[in-house]
């Protein structure tokens, strides 16, 4: 299938979706903290919507990026430079400041299914890092010339999401004993800060240097 990348491709963006599922942001502070004050059912809406919102960025990009390569492929490069550059960025971000996760189970009145689904649909869609992220983070695993690069793109951003749903299935379920470990370790934290700045400066080094030659 030609949508399919190459089974090391597949390795190395299997990894680092997995570690991206495991860094605390938004979306995994929303589920939480509706875990908290809910109950699992309205988190799993929760990460419901922010899949959806994810299932919109893989289109905006798999159909824009497509049309880029089309106009010049001289273009897609650079893109792809200045995703690198962004990625390194990241890095140098995780390292200064690192991860942070505050939830506080604050009482309220229960959410409907599609209440929760909206909430997390919204927070991923309008946060300008994951539109962003997305933009760079995908088309690292793109060759230039590739004539499959939108069933590709599309491929990979559904694949995101189903690598990451048990990560988060597993936070949702362990979320108040998860959220007092995490805040009370520091360490874990700093220690997901810089395996995220590794893996990342890998993958921005490995895309400067073999535009380089």
Do not use: E
């Amino acid at each position: 299938m030609d949508f399919l990348p190459t089974l090391p491709t597949l390795l190395a963006f299997t990894a680092a979706s997995l570690l991206l599922a495991m860094t605390p942001g938004p979306d995994m502070t929303l589920s939480i903290s509706r875990a908290l004050s809910q109950g699992r059912g309205p988190a799993l809406y929760v990460v419901a919507g922010t899949s959806l919102g994810i299932v919109v960025h893989t289109l905006l990009v798999a159909f824009g990026i497509s049309a880029l390569i089309t106009a010049s492929p001289t273009a897609f490069l650079m893109l792809k430079t200045g995703g690198a550059a962004y990625l390194l960025w990241l890095a140098i971000q995780a390292i200064r400041y690192g991860s942070s996760l505050s939830v506080k189970a604050t009482a309220g009145p229960r959410g409907t299914a599609l209440a929760n689904i909206s909430s997390g649909f919204w927070v991923n869609l309008l946060n300008p890092k994951v539109i962003i992220f997305f933009m760079t983070f995908l088309p690292q695993f793109i060759s230039a010339g590739d004539p499959d690069v939108t069933g590709k793109l599309i491929f990979l951003g559904l694949f995101f999401i189903v690598v990451g749903i048990p990560v988060n299935i597993l936070v949702i379920l362990a979320a108040d004993k998860l959220a007092s470990w995490l805040q009370q370790n520091p360490r874990v934290l700093r220690g997901i800060d810089y395996t995220f700045a590794g893996v990342f400066s890998v993958f921005a080094a490995k895309i400067l240097f073999t535009q380089a030659r």
